[in-house]
């Protein structure tokens, strides 16, 4: 199956300072790949989509500037926490589809990752 | 406006039990009807729905759609405590860059 690396699994952070999350397809393509937030015990939360070689299209109520998505390539997006404060503490996970794919409604997840502002 | 409902929330259960698992849906251009589980990090995909009647099955678990009256159910026999996480109904609108849209989970406790 397809597999989706995530990176850090968690990070602990100052407030203030920009935390980054990587976001990768290892054994597919994936033009377009989605960040979700989640709160504990909800679900999950489209934040926004990235698309390779093209600007993210960020959902109603997020704050682009807050979260700078980069998705440079078919294998690698990133999602950058500027200027974290402590509402930001949430569990972050990306997902992929594999362009390839017929069913490409398919997400493959990361293993998410859980930051915790101080 | 498109929407998932998931029911029950959350459920508890013996070992050996059969639960089924509840998704209704409001969405415009259906294109499928997807089933996760979520144990402590990522949601692992477990079924794919197109069409009506036709029920997908993997071991214990299994699932069938229903297009007509817009639901889908997620059946698991013979529960196992492995089969505890949060089971995640999402819906595809075909339009919209194929955005998911997601239900808030039924979370199943299975009890020795």
């Known amino acids: 199956g397809a597999v989706v690396s995530q990176h850090p699994s968690w990070v602990i952070c100052k407030s203030g300072t920009s935390v980054k999350i990587e976001c990768r397809s290892l054994d597919f393509q994936a033009t377009t790949m989605f960040w979700y937030r989640q709160f504990p015990k909800q679900s999950l939360m489209l934040m926004a989509t990235s698309n390779e070689g093209s600007k993210a299209t960020y959902e109603q109520g997020v704050e682009k500037d807050k979260f700078l998505i980069n998705h440079a390539s078919l294998t690698l997006s990133t999602l950058t926490v500027t200027s974290a404060h402590p509402e930001d503490s949430s569990f972050y996970i990306c997902?992929?589809?594999?362009?390839?794919?017929?069913?490409?409604?398919?997400?493959?997840f990361g293993s998410g990752t859980q930051l915790s502002v101080l | 406006e498109d929407k998932v409902v998931q029911s029950p929330l959350s459920l508890v259960v013996h070992e050996g039990d059969t639960v089924t698992l509840n998704c209704s849906y409001e969405v415009t251009n259906f294109r499928s009807l997807l089933w996760y589980k979520q144990e402590k990090k990522a949601p692992t995909f477990l079924f794919m729905l197109?069409?009506s009647g036709i029920e997908k099955k993997s071991g214990r678990l299994s699932s069938i759609l229903d297009k007509k009256e817009l639901f889908s159910i997620l059946n698991i026999t013979a529960t196992q405590t492995g089969d505890s996480a949060v089971y995640l109904c999402a819906v595809c609108n075909a339009g919209n860059n194929r955005k998911l849209i997601w239900g808030l989970g039924t979370s199943l406790a299975v009890n020795p």
């Open positions: 197109t069409s």
């Open positions: 997902s992929a589809r594999d362009v390839a794919g017929v069913a490409n409604e398919k997400l493959f």
